[in-house]
């Protein structure tokens, strides 16, 4: 295994921040841990005596079940908790919880919260533990985005001088912020294309170029990116109504056929289909859906093996 010039960090707490080198570090690790997932006993050693815990106190169907299987793959001890069943439902707060959970040593704690910040305020907390943000609030998801790039570098073999296209809901969105500053770092260029409503100004002052329309944001596109309507998060409509919205916006392969006939999909899902994505463009060859589900579980063997036992083997500069 390659040894990363740069010291990663205690926490995987989001994407901002990462080199070049360090993003490297974690794709190239996780490359070594998907030929696991092909034996018949997908099982190795490395973090025998370990214990996870995989707290997620926001529904997630990909995140929580692949870290969980990343574990066992590792052979981790691995402990589930979720808000409910968990005595944060009886008031106690989530400092108290997590101090609690720390007293029983636990090598690493994933968290998917709601709120964003919340990782970021256990990592202040847990001075002892690896905390691994599975998802914060309207902030980041570096795992997502680590997963993403990993099979965006292998169906396409590189990851800078991309033109890579969102569409939909990058307000509301953690897997955009995450994407674009991992994507920006490795030397690609983002677009979104959304409605006015949602692809307000902030976004071309972060250097993203904006479009309102499907026919000249994919024009040149090398992957596009499905992101769906957050309707969990803020109130706020932001369409007249989905039927409106899938009218102008949705990814079919006629567009995706006429403006960039050899683009690659990613839909980081959930997705709905019909909505923002056909069921044609989600099923057919140009989809690495089910590459990104896969290759989500070795990255998060990467990234639970980087941040426990992968922080005592020395870095080589
Ligand atoms: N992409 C993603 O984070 O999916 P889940 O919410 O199902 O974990």
Same mark, same amino acid.
């Given at each position: 295994?390659?040894?990363?010039?740069?010291?990663?960090?205690?926490?995987?707490?989001?994407?901002?921040?990462?080199?070049?080198?360090?993003?490297?570090?974690?794709?190239?690790?996780?490359?070594?841990?998907?030929?696991?997932?092909?034996?018949?006993?997908?099982?190795?050693?490395?973090?025998?005596?370990?214990?996870?815990? %995989?707290?997620?106190?926001?529904?997630?169907?990909?995140?929580?079940?692949?870290?969980?299987?990343?574990?066992?793959?590792? *052979?981790?001890?691995?402990?589930?908790?979720?808000?409910?069943?968990?005595?944060? %439902?009886?008031?106690?707060?989530?400092?108290?919880?997590?101090?609690?959970?720390?007293?029983?040593? @636990?090598?690493?704690?994933?968290?998917?919260?709601?709120? *964003?910040? *919340?990782?970021?305020?256990?990592?202040?907390?847990?001075?002892?533990?690896?905390?691994?943000?599975?998802?914060?609030?309207?902030?980041?998801? @570096?795992?997502?985005?680590?997963?993403?790039?990993?099979?965006?570098?292998?169906?396409?073999?590189?990851?800078?001088?991309?033109?890579?296209?969102?569409?939909?809901?990058?307000?509301?969105?953690?897997?955009?912020?995450?994407?674009?500053?991992?994507?920006?770092?490795?030397?690609?260029?983002?677009?979104?294309?959304? @409605?006015?409503? /949602?692809?307000?100004?902030?976004?071309?002052?972060?250097?993203?170029?904006?479009?309102?329309?499907?026919?000249?944001?994919?024009?040149?596109?090398?992957?596009?990116?499905?992101?769906?309507?957050?309707?969990?998060?803020?109130?706020?409509?932001?369409?007249?109504?989905?039927?409106?919205?899938?009218?102008?916006?949705?990814?079919?392969? %006629?567009?995706?056929?006429?403006?960039?006939?050899?683009?690659?999909?990613?839909?980081?899902?959930?997705?709905?289909?019909?909505?923002? /994505?056909?069921?044609?463009?989600?099923?057919? %060859?140009? *989809?690495?859906?089910?590459?990104?589900?896969?290759?989500?579980?070795?990255?998060?063997?990467?990234?639970?093996?980087?941040?426990?036992?992968?922080?005592?083997?020395?870095?080589?500069?």
């Amino acid at each position: 295994m390659k040894h990363c010039g740069e010291k990663l960090g205690q926490h995987l707490l989001g994407i901002a921040g990462l080199s070049k080198e360090q993003i490297a570090y974690y794709l190239d690790t996780a490359e070594t841990f998907l030929e696991v997932g092909t034996r018949s006993v997908k099982k190795v050693p490395t973090l025998r005596g370990k214990t996870i815990v %995989n707290m997620f106190l926001e529904d997630s169907t990909r995140t929580r079940t692949s870290f969980e299987i990343a574990g066992k793959r590792l *052979s981790a001890d691995t402990v589930n908790i979720s808000s409910k069943g968990s005595s944060m %439902n009886k008031g106690e707060t989530l400092i108290d919880t997590a101090v609690t959970l720390q007293c029983m040593q @636990p090598d690493a704690v994933v968290m998917r919260h709601a709120s *964003s910040g *919340s990782p970021h305020l256990l990592a202040s907390y847990l001075t002892d533990t690896a905390i691994i943000n599975a998802g914060d609030g309207l902030h980041e998801h @570096p795992t997502q985005a680590l997963l993403d790039a990993l099979t965006v570098r292998k169906a396409l073999g590189r990851l800078n001088d991309l033109v890579v296209t969102f569409v939909g809901d990058a307000y509301r969105s953690r897997v955009f912020r995450s994407d674009k500053i991992l994507l920006e770092t490795l030397g690609s260029k983002v677009r979104l294309i959304a @409605p006015p409503t /949602i692809a307000k100004n902030e976004f071309k002052d972060l250097g993203v170029e904006v479009f309102f329309d499907m026919e000249s944001g994919l024009k040149g596109s090398d992957v596009v990116v499905s992101l769906r309507m957050k309707h969990e998060y803020l109130n706020d409509c932001f369409v007249p109504s989905l039927s409106e919205y899938s009218r102008r916006f949705c990814i079919t392969e %006629n567009l995706l056929a006429k403006y960039c006939p050899d683009c690659i999909v990613l839909a980081p899902g959930p997705f709905v289909r019909g909505t923002e /994505i056909s069921s044609e463009v989600i099923d057919g %060859n140009r *989809s690495f859906y089910t590459d990104q589900v896969a290759h989500g579980v070795a990255v998060r063997m990467a990234v639970l093996y980087l941040h426990t036992i992968g922080k005592e083997v020395s870095y080589e500069v």
